[in-house]
């Protein structure tokens, strides 16, 4: 019996060899569909994306029972910047920008920043209503993001520098261009300072309050750049765009100081001088957009100076405007650089905090 049994084993058992190959194939298919990064990959991506709706969905609701005006912050809109912008973190595909436009609309009432902001302070804002808002005037902007605006029907605002409409620069974005063409030393002597970091952020977050008296050392450096130069709408192309009633214009200072560096004196002049440049514009509102617009960028001296010059304060630190808890600014989103289908997930995050 137990010889019949022995022989039956013999016959069924699985040569050594064929054992080993086989545990090797599945080792080998487990290896390839379990353990590739592309598969722990997809698996993590899945994972997020069902979070990302989940949370969505939910600050969709929270939205839908407790009004807010949400405000959207975009510099430029173009499909071939130049490496620094994408460094500065500054450009969103007019793509992307299209998609967030579509699904904007399908989730919320568009209106004008001024229309937003007069429902929000009068307290009839009775529904979630989002605004668009662009600043430092980029010609990007006017090429790829208005034309699909007005074909849409969708208002927007602009905040302009006068320095740009008058053929001076924005200095962080040459800034930004003279580091990436490598002349980080020829900034450090003008800045008379040195960072082991990139240049433009220590300027961006720590800007010396003499940033703008070496502006005409940058002036200099930055004649010798080569192409790829940030462009800006001048005077007549910003008229031009001001003859649709959906585009309004609003005050970004003179020139794109760090307030939080400024005496009041200084940043009176900054916001008083640009109303009194863009008061003569077709759809010029009284909002001020801090520069950089982050808390640290600004004091009690800027909100006394808004004050004083009857402008409505917009700072881009995040965060919705909920209706009868609104602060003293008006708050944005930024949303540079968003993809297409994350505008949600991202104003939840950005802009809810959940
Ligand atoms: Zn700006």
């Known amino acids: 019996m137990a010889a019949r049994r022995a022989a039956g084993d013999a016959k069924h058992a699985i040569p050594e060899q064929r054992l080993d190959d086989e545990r090797i194939i599945v080792l080998a298919l487990a290896d390839s569909v379990l353990l590739t990064p592309r598969f722990l990959q997809s698996v993590f991506g899945l994972k997020r994306a069902i979070r990302s709706t989940l949370r969505a969905r939910f600050a969709k609701s929270v939205l839908d029972r407790r009004p807010a005006l949400i405000v959207l912050l975009y510099h430029a809109v173009d499909p071939s910047p130049p490496q620094y912008l994408r460094d500065l973190g500054v450009v969103t595909h007019p793509h992307a920008f299209e998609d967030h436009l579509l699904w904007a609309k399908s989730c919320f009432e568009l209106v004008s920043l001024s229309e937003g902001i007069r429902r929000l302070r009068s307290g009839t804002l009775t529904k979630t209503c989002l605004a668009l808002t662009f600043d430092d005037g980029l010609k ?119 307030f939080s560096r400024l005496d009041a004196n200084e940043q009176c002049r900054q916001i008083n001088g640009n109303a009194e440049a863009l008061a003569g514009f077709a759809g010029y509102q009284r909002f001020f957009a801090l520069p950089f617009g982050r808390p640290a960028d600004w004091n009690m001296d800027t909100v006394q100076a808004c004050a004083a010059a009857r402008h409505e304060f917009v700072s881009a630190c995040g965060g919705v405007n909920f209706a009868r808890t609104a602060s003293i600014d008006i708050r944005r989103v930024p949303c540079d650089g968003v993809g297409g289908g994350q505008l949600m997930d991202h104003i939840t995050r950005r802009g809810i905090g959940i």
């Not at 969708?154 to 520098?161: E, G, K, Y």
């Not at 008296?213 to 002036?219: I, K, Q, V, Y």
């Not at 001048?234 to 009633?245: I, T």
Request: net charge negative; with cysteine.
């Open 140 to 258: 990007s902007v006017a090429d790829h993001a208005l034309p699909v605006l007005i074909r849409h029907g969708i208002p927007a605002a602009l905040f302009v520098n006068h320095a740009s409409l008058t053929g001076q620069r924005c200095w962080i974005y040459d800034v930004a261009q003279l580091e990436s063409e490598g002349r980080k030393e020829a900034l450090e002597e003008v800045f008379g300072t040195s960072c082991p970091g990139l240049f433009s952020s220590y300027l961006r977050h720590q800007a010396p309050a003499d940033v703008l008296a070496r502006r005409s050392g940058l002036t200099d450096l930055s004649s010798s750049l080569n192409g790829n130069r940030v462009e800006y709408i001048n005077h007549e192309e910003l008229a031009q765009l001001l003859e649709s009633p959906l585009m309004e214009l609003g005050n970004h200072s003179l020139d794109h100081p760090r």
